[in-house]
């Protein structure tokens, strides 16, 4: 991305994601493995690297055992012992023999031997067939990345929760699991090289209400540890050694922004209510249990997307049906007597657990992902399906299936969900027999088919994250080609309204759960098109009740018209943002 001039300070624009200012200082996090170069030594300072070496594989083994006793606390010492085999690693006696010998004998800096001997022989087990050796490659990949991370003076993503300050991060890119665990009383913001605005990670930071701006290029080859920054999450801007007239300008937009929430807040218990007096149902999209009491300050009606595959997310065993019926019984109370909304889960493309990291396919988008995992493991499917309807004696569950593409999965799972109620009946066991059940359209070819599945679900709920990436072959996680990640394309919105009619002529309701739900430009177009449901990050809530509440829909269906005539996505975007604009100007302002 090109650097604008200014005097002093630099400023690097890239994408927005997740709006709020931070200002602070910048922690880039480790590239380890991308950057190392070899040198020679002197003859006079091969001690003092011997001892640098010293230094880290002690400050590596101290961070374990750390790791090792949070991880006890947590989960018991079971999980606790896979960290004895990474303390072996570090302390194989064979692979440090080898790197003192680079050292010591052909002078070469103790991180240019440590990942040469690392790689050695992490490279050679990860080529044997045995599952349990090839996963020691994976230890040994782990524990060199954080000796490495050491003796660079590098944070790595592992350190995040022990930052000595609040700081923004800077990171080539972070998966949705580290972002997940980011804790906003330490990460202040975050700013990446690549990533796209509907990628999963972009996606919870605006869930944690943590500024983030992404695709900005080679930043963290740019930037260097310990400098200040200021970064707006609003008009993608990271500035660093901002000037006092920066500082003064982003202060003013920061008090205009608390004046809007401010007003906003004041909606929390009023209805989506159009000024026709037209009722939208305004739901929350969350990860966590936890969420729920954002879903409830926001104003949120209920929960209209869970995305369960989180709870599978960072951690090596799969979650019980024990765990998982307690996780949905929070979200269905937490919400009663509003709708919690269970997507069974969606793991595959950039979601993946620990365990199943090695997948390695080519094309994960395209592959074993959501509803085709768990139609293939019918026990895993099982347990959640059973903690789901247990749940939903609890409150207003409802389930739906993602990534459905054809009629035949679709039976299938509705299939194993009658297996699991028969299941429950059999032992007593109560749950709602009422419980909606319904999929998401993000297939192209299922909005095709949408007639025909509207027969068996009894509600349709878009994905336009997936539907608008796979519709227009946009990968939804790449900068290069972000620009072209365009749900306002007629192609897409044809999809939407063939949708939505099917839903209609079989009775059922509509909603959109995707990111252009949330994004205030795009709410008119969505009106127009006829959802009957939105369901956005908590975040969002406000802002789109704030518009919904200040538009007609006569007007919106006119725009809705012209869009599925019209020849570009960016013509579509510029008319539902003008009508936006015109009806909510304060929604606008400074951005
Ligand atoms: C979507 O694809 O629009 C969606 C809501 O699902 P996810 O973002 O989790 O893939
Ligand atoms: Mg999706």
Known sequence: MPERPSDGERVYQGVPVSGGVAHGRVIVLGQSARNILRRELPEADVDAELARLQSALTQTRRDLLEVQRQVEEALGRQEASVFDAHLLVLEDPMLLDEVHRLIRDHRVNAESAYQQVSEKYAAALGALEDDYLRERAADIRDISGRVLDHLLGHRSERDLRSLPEPCIILAPDLAPSTTATLDRAHVLGFATDGGGTTSHTA?????????????????????????????????????????????????????????????LGALREQPAVTLDGHSIHLAANIDHPDDTQAVRACGAEGVGLFRSEFLFLNRRDLPSEDEQFEAYRRVAEAVAPNPAMIRTLDIGGDKLPAAWARLGEQNPFLGWRAIRICLDQPELFRTQLRAILRASAHGRVKIMFPMISSIAELR??????????????????????????????????AALIADVLAREAQFLSIGTNDLTGYTLAVDRMNDRVAPLFAPTHPGVLRLIEMTIAAARRHGRWVGVCGEMAGEPALVPLLLGLGVDELSVTPASVPSVKFLLRRLRVAETQALARFALDAEDAEDVRQRSRALAMQAAPELFAGN
Do not use: W
């Open 412 to 445: 299938g799972a509705n299939a194993s969900l009658e297996r699991c109620r028969e299941e429950l009946r059999d032992e007593n066991v109560p749950f709602d027999p009422g419980l909606e059940v319904g999929i998401m359209i993000e297939v192209p070819g």
């Open 203 to 263: 996606i919870m930071a605006r869930k944690l209400g943590i500024p983030a701006v992404v695709g900005l290029g080679d930043i963290t080859a740019r930037v260097r540890n310990g400098e200040y920054a200021l970064l707006d999450g609003h008009g993608g801007v990271l500035t660093i050694n901002p000037t006092d007239q920066t500082l003064f300008e982003y202060g003013q937009l920061k008090q205009r922004r608390a004046a809007l929430d401010e007003r």
